[in-house]
């Protein structure tokens, strides 16, 4: 009889798990941070890391990484990149300690010297795809330090159907570098039409996922996303969890700082340890010069978890 029990109360247990429902992910609201009159200038930011409690913001033609307070809104420092201003850097991660961007003209991974500037291209095993003759090219990186990994975002393939997210495992180095990029795989997202793309992408180590940005433009319109791909217990990534992540009124707000003035092509994107989300605007298009306004502002949003 008391075994009897005991395999009913273990049956109920296992029932009762099996019923609870999963933590659901969270929603969000948006705030807009208000920046200082430099990056009213074509500074044409591309990518961004929360780094060290701050935002590194990377410029994409401007030879410089921007190091902003997300509580005051203001620049503490700017690291003045030693490599030629064609490099076009797109998006930017952290792996132990370091910076790292991925560039799209001269298609390759760099480490970033926080201290000293010094840029350094890191060894792939197999060449990062070129810039397609439309000039779809890379347009974001993700570091996995939990399983040693690095995810690089292709904005759109050739015919303009799917973008692109490559893995990398990192491996040791030698005397010259501290690790090598050895390619695993490749997932492909769908795209609706050509009007679409996905511009940057960031690790999301509190829920185990890869965050992506995602928008669509047409002259004016523009509409953006946020979506998610979760990530296995060995950092492969997982297509067929891909999802939207709720933002209250993403595209409404973002039309309306449009009509403020503010660039809504939205570039960058990265998480802070508190799960809150940051996206930040390219504010300039065509050849960026560094010291002249912009026609548009660039616009920071924080996506603050309710």
């Excluded at 009159?37 to 930011?45: G, N, R």
């Excluded at 690095?150 to 010259?176: H, I």
């Excluded at 660039?263 to 802070?272: H, M, P, W």
Aim: hydrophobic share 35%; with cysteine.
């Amino acid at each position: 009889m008391r075994k009897l029990s005991f395999l009913i109360f273990s049956a109920f247990c296992l029932t009762n798990l099996k019923s609870q429902p999963a933590q659901p992910l969270p929603s969000y609201l948006i705030n807009n941070i208000a920046l200082p009159a430099e990056l009213d200038k074509q500074v044409c930011i591309s990518g961004m890391k929360y780094f060290n409690g701050n935002l590194c913001l990377a410029s994409e033609r401007c030879p410089v990484v921007l190091v902003l307070n997300p509580q005051t809104g203001t620049i503490d420092s700017v690291i003045n990149l030693k490599v030629p201003q064609e490099f076009e850097m797109e998006g930017m991660t952290s792996y132990k300690g370091r910076l790292y961007m991925v560039s799209e003209n001269i298609a390759a991974v760099y480490e970033v010297d926080n201290r000293t500037a010094v840029v350094k291209q890191i060894e792939t095993s197999v060449p990062i795809p070129v810039k397609s003759k439309d000039g779809d090219g890379m347009e974001g990186i993700a570091a996995n330090e939990t399983n040693n990994k690095f995810y690089l975002l292709r904005e759109r393939n050739d015919d303009k159907t799917k973008s692109q997210v490559y893995t990398f495992s990192a491996e040791p180095g030698n005397e010259s570098t501290s690790f090598t990029l050895k390619y695993e795989s490749m997932i492909e997202l769908p795209l609706e039409n050509e009007q679409w793309r996905y511009s940057d992408i960031c690790y999301d180590i509190a829920n185990s996922r890869l965050i992506c940005l995602k928008s669509y433009s047409k002259g004016k319109l523009r509409q953006q996303y946020i979506e998610s791909v979760n990530i296995d217990s060995s950092g492969r990534l997982l297509v067929e969890t891909l999802k939207n992540i709720t933002v209250d009124h993403l595209t409404e707000t973002s039309a309306t700082y449009k009509l403020q003035g503010y660039s809504t092509n939205l570039e960058g994107i990265t998480v802070d340890n508190s799960g809150n989300i940051f996206i930040v605007s390219d504010n300039t298009s065509g050849q960026a010069k560094c010291d002249l306004p912009a026609k548009e502002r660039t616009i920071l949003l924080q996506l603050k978890k309710k």
